[in-house]
């Protein structure tokens, strides 16, 4: 039985995710239907990916800047499927300083539209190119229905917005984004995933390819938190913009954007979590430490004081030292918050110059002497960090099912969770044919899937490749 | 005559901002009436306030968090100074998902009701307090003029909320906010400032009491960037929110708020500009140290090469190996966006063994071996941060006038530019024909100002301190 009262992770993921969010503190709803309030410790992770990517994108070479929140509605329109596709999700300000507006704005759902005017204005040479920008922001998408974290009206994210004078160069952007997106999962979330390009359906409105970074739930449902997007030329020649080449002649840039949002906070509570809440990467986690005195131990009380001071030099630590609590149900607490690795000191601990550090993914207890506590704990977050990056590696190849024949196909939509690899003839009505009848949709052709000659699983036409179908979030 | 296109720093303060924040790249006017856009080099400025800020922020125990940015116009009406403060400023979303609202909403102009609903949800025991929450975020409220930083539609904040047990307890930190804003100016941004309390009439709608930091700018308007706000029970009442205290009795907590925006950059722009541009104190400039080989000299541009590299490592750097611009145009360039430090080399000087250094605020130009470089450096930007900050200090301690009848004061606001020190009763109508009258507004009660009888400079009513009076922005 859970320790906390969850419901059940492996019959009931959705409730126990609700339960977790909301136990943990990670986050609540908001009193406006669709929106959410991310509470600190949930805050914290948001925060802990920002600095491990900011780095990564000024690397690169692109600044942060910041664009308007408020978007005149005309300036979507210019990009037909651009408006087509977002219409239906925008909030609309009408009013504003006690007045109805002349024009109605749209309350950001993505800024391509807000930057390129501003980049059509700016450069006009192909000395300015490359153009870098990035922004960290709210985003605004209309959901009917909330689920925290995974869909929910507002959310935060990052948005990467470059333009350059060949396609060639922005491909390699398009592509160096996805994989920084790979690299923050893997290293800092501790989440395995499969790199892919999006099918034309379900690619970014107005666009002109989309790679995603898909990762696997253990209820077998496919994430999607990140995207890249090759915009062509369609933008750029959607609002006439053009930069003088170096021949003196005009020239639509090759645009992309790319963006990474605190959806991907929902894949790292599922990923790794158990029945006993959450399971936190150390790399990312708010407090990697938790020093647990045993209540009314006093001896204990000032030992932890010492090692919270010591140990907050090198790590996130905690000191927990709330009164009115027994030691049972402060494990608790911090095993529902997933803080990797718990000490627990008691006076005898002290007087025997030992102590006890406890993992919270495999659970284990080890006594070690004091002396060895740096290089222990050391140790450990690396293996806590590693284990959980394999474990998840290794969920997600076991749930990879082929199926070669459309039988097989929905019988694995049936039985298994997970993706199926399949040839797919790549046409519409086939996607969509597959997604009524399994309710599967196609989540990628991974960039490294092999040239593999077969035939479409549904209609039986020639297929090139094996896409990744799914369930998706 | 000025090296680059700018109106005349002193006689022309205002056409001067404007053409230096659009020529220097810092921010630049949106399509929407009333916004902006930051640009990269203007957004670095708010990093390294946010770097600063939160550091001292997480120090004192406030965590962030992320309230939602849509709130329902019920909410405001709660609290009836606070609707009537806050609705003529307000952008309102009146559809959603394509379809007309139920409810309008308002687009976040301060958290304060949205943040305390969830206060009065989450924390019900003393055991809960204090609380303290902060958020880094975009806030709107609408303005019929657009003066870029100053006053805009949209702007950039932290806005802290904090409840606690005693009126006391909040007050401290009411006051902590206020001089943390005071140490972030002073040491971060080299400006000096007022620290007060804002009159009745212009203190935060629904607040107790307001703080204020005020700093005097070249035309002799004063600047406020920033406010801590002792809210007493105001909010906790409206929204009927209690906690059992330690006798078990139902106490409202005492709350405060404090935020400090991106109108702070305004300040620092015409604090230390000049006739030339920018002038950035070292220790906020995004660029410290600007290297300028001069163009087609081989071996400067390999020795400028190596410096850069060796320099990154302790400085914000950056290397202007730009081809196709004179050594001329380039030093105007970082002039113009205030870099404190500039390195000039050319082939002779490397041969030489010797580097110009230039200093931006003072213009002076120093010849010195390379070998003390990064020791010439060290002391030349810690020079130029403490000028910029005493000359900033000494010109408003310069122009701080004291007025002891109505006709001084008159005449003092005739002539010149300055806070003026005199005494006041205190009463809404004084204050309001002495701005009739002179345009001057109370800027605030100093908390240092001694006790000194006197008469109110306006009525003759007594007083017992004298307020500083000015011009606003």
């Given at each position: 039985?859970?320790?906390?009262?969850?419901?059940?992770?492996?019959?009931?993921?959705?409730?126990?995710?609700?339960?977790?969010?909301?136990?943990?503190?990670?986050?609540?709803?908001?009193?406006?239907?669709?929106?959410?309030?991310?509470?600190?410790?949930?805050?914290?992770?948001?925060?802990?990916?920002?600095?491990?990517m900011?780095?990564l994108?000024?690397?690169?070479?692109?600044?942060?800047?910041?664009?308007?929140?408020?978007?005149?509605?005309?300036?979507?329109?210019?990009?037909?499927?651009?408006?087509?596709?977002?219409?239906?999700?925008?909030?609309?300000?009408?009013?504003?300083?006690?007045?109805?507006?002349?024009?109605?704005?749209?309350?950001?759902?993505?800024?391509?539209?807000?930057?390129?005017?501003?980049?059509?204005?700016?450069?006009?040479?192909?000395?300015?190119?490359?153009?870098?920008?990035?922004?960290?922001?709210?985003?605004?998408?209309?959901?009917?229905?909330?689920?925290?974290?995974?869909?929910?009206?507002?959310?935060?994210?990052?948005?990467?917005?470059?333009?350059?004078?060949?396609?060639?160069?922005?491909?390699?952007?398009?592509?160096w984004a996805?994989k920084m997106y790979q690299q923050t999962?893997?290293?800092?979330?501790?989440?395995?995933?499969?790199?892919?390009?999006?099918?034309?359906?379900?690619?970014?409105?107005?666009?002109?390819?989309?790679?995603?970074?898909?990762?696997?739930?253990?209820?077998?449902?496919?994430?999607?938190?990140?995207?890249?997007?090759?915009?062509?030329?369609?933008?750029?020649?959607?609002?006439?913009?053009?930069?003088?080449?170096?021949?003196?002649?005009?020239?639509?840039?090759?645009?992309?954007?790319?963006?990474?949002?605190?959806?991907?906070?929902?894949?790292?509570?599922?990923?790794?979590?158990?029945?006993?809440?959450?399971?936190?990467?150390?790399?990312?986690?708010?407090?990697?430490?938790?020093?647990?005195?045993?209540?009314?131990?006093?001896?204990?009380?000032?030992?932890?004081?010492?090692?919270?001071?010591?140990?907050?030099?090198?790590?996130?630590?905690?000191?927990?030292?709330?009164?009115?609590?027994?030691?049972?149900?402060?494990?608790?607490?911090?095993?529902?918050?997933?803080?990797?690795?718990?000490?627990?000191?008691?006076?005898?601990?002290?007087?025997?110059?030992?102590?006890?550090?406890?993992?919270?993914?495999?659970?284990?207890?080890?006594?070690?002497?004091?002396?060895?506590?740096?290089?222990?704990?050391?140790?450990?977050?690396?293996?806590?960090?590693?284990?959980?990056?394999?474990?998840?590696?290794?969920?997600?190849?076991?749930?990879?099912?082929?199926?070669?024949?459309?039988?097989?196909?929905?019988?694995?939509?049936?039985?298994?969770?997970?993706?199926?690899?399949?040839?797919?003839?790549?046409?519409?009505?086939?996607?969509?044919?597959?997604?009524?009848?399994?309710?599967?949709?196609?989540?990628?052709?991974?960039?490294?899937?092999?040239?593999?000659?077969?035939?479409?699983?549904?209609?039986?036409?020639?297929?090139?490749?094996?896409?990744?179908?799914?369930?998706?979030?």
């Amino acid at each position: 039985m859970a320790k906390t009262q969850l419901a059940d992770f492996n019959s009931n993921l959705s409730e126990w995710f609700n339960d977790v969010v909301l136990k943990a503190e990670l986050a609540d709803y908001a009193p406006v239907k669709g929106c959410m309030v991310i509470r600190p410790y949930g805050y914290s992770l948001w925060e802990n990916i920002q600095k491990f990517m900011d780095v990564l994108i000024k690397k690169r070479g692109v600044e942060n800047a910041y664009f308007p929140l408020l978007i005149p509605m005309s300036y979507f329109e210019k990009e037909k499927e651009h408006v087509e596709g977002f219409a239906p999700e925008l909030a609309i300000v009408t009013i504003g300083g006690g007045k109805q507006l002349p024009e109605k704005l749209a309350v950001r759902p993505t800024s391509e539209m807000m930057m390129y005017d501003m980049y059509k204005k700016w450069f006009g040479s192909w000395r300015d190119l490359p153009v870098r920008l990035n922004q960290w922001c709210n985003i605004i998408r209309w959901e009917k229905r909330t689920y925290l974290f995974l869909r929910t009206s507002e959310f935060l994210w990052q948005e990467g917005h470059c333009a350059h004078l060949t396609h060639e160069e922005s491909i390699d952007e398009v592509m160096w984004a996805i994989k920084m997106y790979q690299q923050t999962y893997n290293e800092l979330m501790g989440i395995y995933g499969i790199i892919g390009a999006k099918s034309d359906s379900e690619k970014f409105a107005g666009g002109y390819k989309t790679y995603t970074f898909e990762s696997l739930m253990p209820n077998g449902k496919s994430l999607q938190a990140c995207t890249s997007h090759d915009l062509g030329q369609n933008f750029s020649k959607s609002i006439d913009w053009t930069v003088q080449d170096k021949e003196g002649k005009k020239a639509f840039p090759w645009q992309n954007s790319w963006g990474y949002s605190t959806r991907s906070i929902g894949g790292l509570i599922m990923a790794h979590g158990d029945e006993n809440g959450l399971v936190l990467p150390p790399n990312i986690a708010p407090i990697q430490v938790v020093i647990v005195p045993i209540p009314n131990h006093q001896t204990a009380l000032a030992k932890s004081q010492e090692l919270f001071k010591e140990l907050s030099e090198k790590y996130r630590v905690k000191l927990d030292d709330h009164e009115g609590e027994t030691a049972g149900f402060k494990f608790n607490k911090w095993e529902l918050k997933g803080v990797p690795l718990r000490l627990e000191i008691g006076d005898r601990d002290v007087a025997a110059g030992t102590i006890i550090i406890s993992r919270r993914d495999t659970g284990e207890k080890i006594t070690i002497t004091l002396s060895n506590l740096t290089s222990t704990i050391d140790k450990l977050l690396t293996e806590i960090q590693t284990a959980l990056f394999e474990k998840h590696k290794k969920f997600t190849l076991d749930h990879i099912f082929k199926a070669d024949t459309y039988d097989e196909f929905k019988k694995i939509m049936e039985t298994s969770r997970g993706f199926i690899s399949a040839h797919w003839c790549e046409q519409k009505n086939c996607e969509a044919e597959i997604k009524t009848d399994t309710k599967a949709t196609t989540r990628c052709l991974p960039i490294d899937a092999p040239e593999e000659e077969g035939v479409c699983v549904h209609c039986g036409q020639p297929s090139h490749h094996r896409w990744l179908f799914g369930l998706s979030y």
